[in-house]
């Protein structure tokens, strides 16, 4: 049976519990990035059905927070059990809209459905304070309250998890939510909610809404009933969005662009080494944002992990997602392909050299063979930018402090790397990195029980974890005066 036919296959919006085209009749088309094919039409919402979607989503809102903490937990742990059944056909539909292999995808799925399933279980513990009070007749009662209508805005790179990220901490502290996904991949989130829908979450509590990104952003930012703003994107988007929620002082949180470096030093284990940096740099073919984009190799092992290196890079699989054994599927879009290409463009200019790959040519479409440049030098556009694609730039270094210097020096601070197996340079180097995660002796290292997020120019706020159920609450002190004690 086609994924299209799928009782959760959805080409409409999810609004109060009814699927919804634009009232205008406005639609645009989702196309497979591997083929080029049309593969659904979902509607371009305008701004006056999302303004009555937020009236709507409040009110639903106010009565979910009324449920019990243990009703909100019973109805995630159904979502998550109903993403984890239908993980093989939403893999495919992710495949189909996004590009990435078939394994990628289910693993995504399960990454998505964790999320969910962790914060069923947080919806139980959320926890106040009680203190005894500066003074005599005064005790301080600090409770945690739901901040009320959310906003989500999610990027096309994980159609799935990053979407569960948000929702499911919203759900869990008692918030209604509306997402916005990206136009390139809304069906996998539509798929979600029609999941969502099944396991008896209540209408209005989680809406998806599909339409252009700048004119749905600015309703969501310009209502003073959302409470809450989470993007995830890139920098450039989310300083705007940050702007306008200013308007309303609305509450921000931001994952933004990472520029991650990747640090391999002289006592690293080498094979680990390149196994980290297979998977780190080419894991959804480069385009997440805590990929490596600038690998540090110390120049005693320089040249044993370069031929490693190479050999497992040349080894990759480029091709259809849907095909077993893909490793690379297609770039989302030309967009993409051009920005790889200008990146590789501009090192080789100056002086890099082309170890295997190189820039892709039109007749090649969207799909882009793993590229390896070493001779890289700082002043190299790969070196100060997000790269966001299949290329692996390496740089030698020398000595502890320079690479550290040279690894701070970007206005982004995501994810960085690094191997070695020397216990004081492990805290050393993880301390002085200026980044919201590190992997040490890992290339993954995102999971629902951490906390995802950046510092500097890629963000503000932490996703997962017990912190993550916090950017969807409010802190609310109750100051009681006690008879008799003064
Ligand atoms: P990318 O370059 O990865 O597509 P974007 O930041 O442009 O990153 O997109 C991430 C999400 O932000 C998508 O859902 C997109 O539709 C949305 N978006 C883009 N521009 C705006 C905007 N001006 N306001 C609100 N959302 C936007």
Known sequence: MSVFNAHFFRQQCYINGCWVDASDQQSAQVTDPATGDIIAQVPLLPATD???????????????????????????????????????????????????PLTESAAEIAYAASYIEWFAEEALRVQGDIQNGPSADKRSLIIRQPI????????????????????????????????KPALETPLSALALAALAEQAGIPAGVLNVVTGDGPTLG???TQSNRVRKLSFTGSTQTGSLLMAASAQHVQKVSLELGGNAPFIVFADADIERAVKGAIESKFRNAGQTCVCANRIYVHHSIHDEFMQRFKEATQQLVVGNGLKTGTQIGPLINREAVNKVNQQIEDALSKGAKLICGGPAVEADGLWFQPTILTDMQADMRCAQEETFGPLAP????TDDAEVI?????????????????????????????EVGMVGVNT??????????????SSGIGREGSRFGLDEYTELKYICLELEGKA
């Open 50 to 100: 999302l303004e009555a979607c937020i009236v709507t989503a409040e009110k639903a809102g106010r009565k979910w927070t009324e449920q019990s903490a243990e009703q909100r937990s019973r109805l995630l742990k159904k979502w998550y059990q109903l993403v984890l059944e239908h993980q093989p056909e939403l893999a495919e539909l992710m495949t189909r809209e996004q590009g990435k």
């Open 394 to 397: 390496i740089f030698k270094f």
């Open 218 to 220: 600015r309703v969501l």
């Open 443 to 456: 290339g993954i290292i995102s999971s629902a029980s951490a906390p995802f997020g950046g510092v500097k």
């Open 405 to 433: 210097t040279q690894a701070n020096a970007t206005p982004f601070g995501l994810a960085a790397y690094f191997y070695t197996q020397n216990i004081d340079r492990m805290w050393r180097v993880a301390e002085q990195l």
């Open 148 to 179: 009320g209508l959310c906003a989500a805005i999610t990027p096309w790179n994980f159609p799935a998890a990053m979407l569960t990220r948000k929702i499911a901490p919203a759900l869990a502290a008692g918030c209604s939510i509306i997402v």
